[in-house]
């Protein structure tokens, strides 16, 4: 069977969550796109020579769940030969044999048009500031919450601007806004959708 789930959106809209929910709910292969640009802004050098050379060593080796990958990697995403070099790994993993979730910025517009699912995740900005925040410690953390939500409006207008591939849903996306919602609702309403095109 192929069948492929795009989940789209902006940084800690619940992504992340809720297409690891997918991919073990439907036995689903799960590629979270995100980790290739963060590997690339942190290879350093030049960026489309390390799109191009990128390994799977690379990905486990790097520490690319910081908030400086998270920059380094909406850096790199700009440039369109960073993108065009990870587009048929990207490709090949949503159409292959067994079903697919790929989560991202451009998977239901770009990588995967003809996807038979697309969600398009949302929150508001604060929202979802205060949920890295949290991630990081809180009160706790080195990061005051005004310098985190600094950061994802700067990645937002990053995504969202780009002439390349910018964040915006697909026309035929549902979107998910997960401002008011748990977890458990979130996973709920993607389930929901996924099994009513299965
Ligand atoms: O999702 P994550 O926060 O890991 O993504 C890091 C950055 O990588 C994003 O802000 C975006 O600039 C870029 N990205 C992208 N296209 C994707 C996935 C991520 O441009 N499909």
Same mark, same amino acid.
Request: with cysteine; aromatic share 6%; glycine share 8%.
């Given at each position: 069977?192929?069948?492929?789930?795009?989940?789209?959106?902006?940084?800690?809209?619940?992504?992340?969550t809720?297409s690891r929910?997918v991919?073990?709910?439907?036995?689903f292969?799960?590629?979270?796109?995100?980790?290739?640009?963060?590997?690339v802004?942190?290879?350093?050098?030049?960026?489309?020579?390390?799109?191009?050379?990128?390994?799977?060593?690379?990905?486990?080796? +790097?520490?690319l769940?910081?908030? #400086? &990958?998270?920059?380094a990697?909406?850096r !790199?995403?700009?440039?369109? $030969?960073v %993108?065009? @070099?990870l587009?048929?790994?990207?490709?090949?993993?949503?159409?292959?044999?067994?079903?697919?979730?790929l989560?991202?910025?451009?998977i239901?517009?770009v990588?995967?048009?003809?996807a038979e699912?697309?969600l398009?995740?949302?929150a508001s900005?604060?929202?979802?500031?205060r949920?890295r925040w +949290?991630?990081?410690?809180?009160? #706790? &953390?080195?990061?005051p919450?005004a310098? !985190?939500l600094?950061e994802? $409006?700067? %990645?937002? @207008?990053?995504?969202?601007?780009?002439?390349?591939?910018?964040?915006?849903p697909?026309?035929?996306?549902?979107?998910?806004?997960?401002s008011?919602?748990?977890?458990?609702e979130?996973?709920a309403?993607a389930?929901?959708?996924?099994?009513?095109?299965?």
């Amino acid at each position: 069977m192929i069948f492929t789930v795009a989940i789209d959106g902006p940084a800690a809209a619940g992504k992340g969550t809720i297409s690891r929910a997918v991919a073990d709910r439907f036995g689903f292969a799960h590629l979270d796109t995100g980790l290739l640009y963060r590997a690339v802004g942190m290879l350093g050098g030049d960026p489309a020579t390390a799109a191009r050379n990128l390994t799977a060593e690379d990905l486990q080796r +790097l520490d690319l769940r910081s908030l #400086a &990958a998270g920059a380094a990697a909406s850096r !790199v995403a700009v440039i369109p $030969e960073v %993108r065009a @070099a990870l587009f048929d790994f990207q490709r090949r993993f949503a159409r292959r044999e067994g079903g697919a979730v790929l989560d991202g910025r451009d998977i239901g517009t770009v990588i995967c048009p003809d996807a038979e699912v697309k969600l398009y995740v949302t929150a508001s900005a604060e929202v979802r500031a205060r949920r890295r925040w +949290l991630e990081l410690g809180g009160e #706790a &953390a080195a990061q005051p919450f005004a310098e !985190v939500l600094a950061e994802v $409006e700067a %990645r937002d @207008a990053r995504d969202m601007g780009r002439a390349d591939a910018p964040l915006k849903p697909a026309a035929d996306a549902v979107q998910l806004d997960t401002s008011l919602m748990s977890i458990d609702e979130a996973v709920a309403a993607a389930f929901a959708h996924i099994t009513a095109h299965l």
